[in-house]
């Protein structure tokens, strides 16, 4: 017998207050726990990092990750960077 309510009754694989805890690496769009241990502050605001040569991109200029990110524009650094 199908059961219709099968899909309520599963765990998420992340529970809603983890997805509200995560944020996005502006350098190469992966997705970092808000109280990342890498991280940058511009402006008075923490951004964090997947790696210390993201955060070295960053770094650099700042405004360009930011206003990029502001414009809704996707990274384009990519993964290799971890």
């Known amino acids: 017998m199908h ?3 099968v899909h309520l009754r599963r765990q998420p694989f ?3 207050k983890e997805i ?3 944020a996005k690496d502006l350098v190469c ?3 970092v726990e808000e109280n ?3 991280s940058s502050t511009h402006n008075g605001k923490t ?3 997947c790696s210390a040569g993201c955060k070295a991109k960053f770094d650099k200029e700042p405004e360009h990750f930011v206003s990029a ?4 524009v996707k990274p384009t650094g990519g993964h ?3």
């Open 80 to 82: 290799s960077c971890c």
């Open 36 to 38: 990342a241990k890498i």
């Open 14 to 16: 992340i529970t809603t």
């Open 3 to 5: 059961d219709p309510d």
């Open 69 to 72: 990110s502001e414009k809704g």
């Open 29 to 31: 769009g992966m997705t």
């Open 47 to 49: 951004y964090g990092f």
């Open 20 to 22: 509200f805890e995560m």
